[in-house]
């Protein structure tokens, strides 16, 4: 079988890295290759570098590029076609996925989601093989880096719709990541009436970012912790936590009455245990709910709200590479993780 020439970046923790050859196959039924345009860090990257990476092995999943060839039954995607990549996207056949009265009706919960995580190749490099179902159309005019921000737009957009922000909420932010930022925007553009973000001075350039995409207000927590903070007449009735666990707490302790704190993330180890005042949260008639956007299933909508959003590609990415580039720019990103926004590799 004959097979295409592709380098791929290779990572083995702690933050070593390769570049090297890594010929791909030709798509099999149902899948894709893509030449890669443009892959975007994420948190997990850093973690994946830093401790992960047991063995060598490729990364990177927030990818845009251009359909190089297409296998056996794929009708949605030709040659030459612009696609950015979900992650992950449900089977649509499994007893979960199924419409009912045959399944569950609940795609998103699928546990046998269509990937190409773990797979040969992935978004540091030049090719990736995928399954179709991970694909979506980019429209026309949207410059393929911007594109490479649909998978972690998705996670934003999970985050926003878990604690089902709508007209008039007052929405709070805390930890003003590229998740929340993606968060405070979309929570305005679903109507909210107030967003507030959350976090420390030190993320000078995300706190701007965030008020560049409509947040009203911001608050420094280590200059007023959020327990202390003066919400005036009305508390969060939404509150999104983007940062570590014990952010819970608070956030139980200051949200409005029937508020709903919405939470994403992972500690990795002994602070994913924490406690909160029982009794506030069932006197104060709250919710608590996780949202975690995998199998993605929001690629289609995020797209169409990058390209209404233009400010959103303009304030989330501040740092473009190449690839060979990757292993240097993430190591000398790794102690600014808490100030950057979002660093995309972009394939020449
Ligand atoms: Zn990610
Ligand atoms: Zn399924």
């Avoid at 608590?288 to 304030?315: C, F, K, N, V, Y």
Wanted: net charge neutral.
């Amino acid at each position: 079988m004959s097979t295409h020439e592709n380098r791929s970046v290779y990572v083995k923790s702690p933050w070593q890295f390769e570049v090297h050859d890594n010929p791909v196959a030709e798509p099999g039924p149902g899948q894709l290759l893509v030449r890669i345009a443009a892959c975007a860090a994420c948190g997990t990257d850093f973690h994946v570098a830093d401790r992960m990476a047991q063995d060598w092995q490729v990364f990177g999943h927030e990818v845009s590029g251009v359909v190089e060839a297409v296998g056996e039954g794929v009708t949605r995607f030709a040659a030459g076609d612009r696609v950015a990549l979900d992650s992950s996207a449900p089977c649509g056949q499994c007893a979960i996925c199924l419409p009912r009265p045959y399944g569950r009706g609940r795609p998103e919960l699928c546990r046998t989601a269509a990937t190409y995580y773990g797979s040969a190749t992935m978004g540091f490099g030049k090719m990736l093989l995928t399954p179709q179902q991970c694909a979506v159309a980019v429209p026309q005019g949207m410059k393929l880096d911007v594109a490479a921000l649909t998978e972690p737009l998705g996670v934003s957009k999970d985050l926003v719709e878990t604690a089902q922000v709508g007209p008039g909420d007052h929405v709070l932010i805390i930890g003003p990541g590229p998740l929340g930022l993606g968060a405070a925007a979309l929570a305005r553009h679903y109507g909210a009436e107030r967003v507030i973000l959350a976090g420390r001075s030190r993320s000078e350039a995300r706190m701007a970012a965030g008020e560049a995409l409509g947040a009203d207000l911001l608050i420094c927590v280590d200059e007023t912790p959020l327990a202390a903070y003066d919400f005036g007449r009305r508390r969060p009735d939404k509150i999104l936590v983007t940062a570590p666990p014990q952010a819970l707490a608070e956030a139980i302790a200051i949200a409005a009455f029937g508020g709903v704190v919405a939470y994403i993330g992972i500690a990795w180890g002994p602070g994913a245990k924490v406690t909160f005042d029982a009794d506030a949260f069932h006197f104060n008639k709250m919710s608590l709910r996780a949202s975690h956007a995998s199998p993605g299933t929001h690629a289609a909508e995020t797209i169409r709200l990058l390209a209404d959003m233009p400010q959103l590609g303009a304030q989330l990415i501040s740092h473009r590479f190449g690839l060979e580039e990757t292993g240097p720019m993430l190591t000398a990103l790794r102690d600014e993780k808490r100030t950057l926004k979002k660093a995309v590799m972009v394939n020449q």
